[in-house]
């Protein structure tokens, strides 16, 4: 069988036809939708990306702080005793005689931490006296920090307070 001229024009321009629709079945519009998907789901990973890497920043520096702490508790002196040590700062800050009491605790945090609490209270000192005190526990060769801070006025002299002061220092238990 034959065909003319122009079935074969018709045959050849519907081949090509179909040819072209397969193309844009099978490659066209795949590629469209990937792209879409693209478009929508890029700017999601970007920003999820940022924010990992602000994590993974934060983790760092958490990381680093974590280990200056730990050299700094590996490196007080041994013989360091916080009872002591605070209790000359009360002669030198001359509030020997408003303290009400004084006494020590120790917890064990974990295997390698402990922590030894001393809490101090005082009664009828001034404002002046009590943040002399409080600044000069800056000159510890150990960690020391304030852990807990309470400070009322008198009720029969309101010109002088009361305060109770807790004071901790983390220890290594190895």
């Not at 879409?36 to 994590?55: F, S």
């Not at 064990?108 to 402990?114: A, E, G, P």
């Not at 000069?136 to 304030?146: D, G, H």
Request: proline content about 3%; glycine content about 2%.
């Amino acid at each position: 069988m034959r065909l003319t001229r122009r079935e074969q024009f018709l045959s050849i321009g519907l081949a090509g036809a179909i040819a072209l629709w397969i193309m844009y079945a099978f490659l066209v519009t795949p590629t469209l939708a990937r792209l879409k998907t693209l478009r929508r789901v890029v700017p999601e990973k970007t920003i999820a990306l940022k924010e990992i890497k602000d994590k993974s920043d934060q983790y760092l520096d958490l990381s680093r702080k974590l280990e200056k702490l730990q050299h700094q508790i590996a490196s007080q002196p041994k013989d360091f005793v916080p009872v002591r040590f605070l209790e000359n700062l009360i002669e030198q800050c001359r509030l020997s005689d408003h303290i009400t009491s004084l006494e020590t605790q120790s917890q064990s945090l974990d295997d390698n931490y402990s922590e030894s609490t001393v809490t101090i209270e005082l009664n009828n000192v001034t404002l002046k006296k009590l943040v002399h005190f409080l600044s000069s526990l800056r000159s510890a060769t150990s960690l020391l920090q304030i852990k807990n801070l309470n400070i009322s006025k008198n009720p029969t002299e309101p010109h002088l307070l009361n305060s109770t002061i807790g004071i901790s220092q983390l220890l290594t238990t190895r």
